[in-house]
Structures are given as C-alpha cells and as structure tokens.
C-alpha cells in the first residue's frame, strides 16, 4: 500500500511515490499546512502500526526524496477508526472516518479531532488522545465519512448507506471536545 501523486504542472504528468509501506491497508490522505496525512486501514500485520493509525510526513522532505515508510517515518498524531476518510475543518480539527471493525470501541461515529492536540503531535508531545476527540454519530451504528464545506463554515456527516448528510457547525479551535454536547442535534438534508 502506498501514497502517490500526479503531476502535472509542467506539461505530461509524473507520478512520485511519496508514502509506502503501510503495514496494512492504506486509507484516506489529506494535506493541510505542508503535511501529508495518511492513515493504516486496515492493519494486517503484527507488530507496527495498528488499524486507524494515522501519521503526518513534512511534504517539503518527502517530495524532494525517496518515498517516506508509514511504518518507519512520519509522525503518529491519532488513532482513530479506519482513517478511511482524512480532513480538516477550518479551525484545523481533523475530520477521520470509517470503521474499526475488530473493535467495537472504533465504530459507530465519525471523529472529529481538535486541532489542538494534532498540532502537540507535530511539535513531539504524542497523539491526540480519545479525550480530545468528538464523536459524532447521527444515525447510529454505522460506519461515517465526512467533509469540510468551506463556504458555509459547516462539516457535512453521512452514514454508509443511510442517503442523508448531516450538518453540523463547528466551534473554534480548543472547543471542540466542551461543545460536544451542543452538536447533538443535526440539521438532516436529504441527498438528491
């Protein structure tokens, strides 16, 4: 498993192979103030990382080298789910979905991270921790993706098979773990 790019800039693309060596499946990838994040989907090995392991690779020293290893190199700065689906939202709180099916305890919601706690990660002062994480799980227990929509300030919440997104607003960064109550109630728009 691997992260690679495409590019294109200067006429016929290339593709480089930033990020190899997931000890597992690889998953959702995101990219937010010069860091690459990418997540274990599915952990298949012993040893190394674990399924929803989710490490940042500075993209300044990754893009001009050899491919980093996930396993190896990079940052941890969350376990969450599967990681099948990365992002942030405009405060920088990290958007992580999917599913830990082999543990019930990483299924069900739909992670939001302060933002916070992954810049700690960055500067050295270990993963963001379940306290500093929000779940959202407004249709129950499923599996969830999400997305940030930058022109209404809202992260937009769906359910595998559920053909409803859900809204929700965000408070600023530090908030999101004391506001969690807040967000229960969710604004539905059917899906056309």
Known sequence: SFVSVIDNVRGA???ARLVEGVG????GVTVRDGWLYTANGFD??????????????????????????????????ASALSGNSLGFDGFGNMLVGGGDFANPSEFGFQALIDGAAIFDALGGLGAAGDADEL???PAGESTYSALYNDATGEVLVWAFGDGVVYRYAIPAPGGVVLLGGALGAAWRRRRG
């Open 44 to 77: 298949f090995a012993k040893g190394g990382s674990m399924t929803g392991d989710v490490r940042a690779f500075d993209l300044a020293t990754i893009t001009t080298g050899s491919a980093a290893n996930f396993e190896t190199d990079g940052v941890l700065v």
């Open 13 to 15: 693309p290339t593709v």
């Open 24 to 27: 597992g499946a690889s998953a």
């Open 135 to 137: 779940r959202l799980s």
